[in-house]
């Protein structure tokens, strides 16, 4: 039961983080590369849409578990410790989530990029046959 209630607060300290990465993407103190990390992590975690769909088995939750919390721990050390305190103490303050159109349609593009590449690819095979 202690194992759980750690994963659970390790859970919302995640969610937060994320919100205060939005949050620090917008921020007028946080350098430019910061931002550009922190932005990419946020609109990422927070796309409806993930790289790697869940239902594909073991590498559809790796986004998840493991590149996710990577990602921010990344955007992180590049946001300055007393900003990133600030923007914490905000994101923890704010009663709604925000969802990231931009994040969406990137992990669209990507998967239409996909797509396309191996319909080319199949077709390409098919001509030469």
Do not use: N, Q
């Not at 990390?37 to 869940?54: H, Q, R, T």
């Not at 590049?78 to 159109?101: C, F, G, H, I, N």
């Amino acid at each position: 039961m202690h194992l759980i209630s750690k994963l659970k607060v390790w859970a919302k300290s995640l969610k937060r983080d994320i919100v205060a990465l939005w949050l620090a993407a917008r921020d007028p103190r946080v350098p430019w590369p910061a931002k550009a990390v922190a932005g990419a992590v946020a609109a990422y975690a927070l796309s409806p849409v993930d790289l790697i769909p869940d239902f594909i088995p073991v590498l559809g939750y790796l986004d998840d578990l493991v590149i996710v919390p990577l990602g921010i721990m990344l955007a992180i050390r590049l946001v300055p410790a007393d900003v990133m305190e600030d923007l914490r103490t905000r994101a923890a303050a704010r009663l709604d989530r925000p969802s990231s159109r931009l994040g969406l349609i990137f992990i669209l593009a990507l998967w239409a990029c996909c797509i396309i590449f191996v319909v080319t690819a199949l077709s390409g095979r098919m001509v030469s046959k």
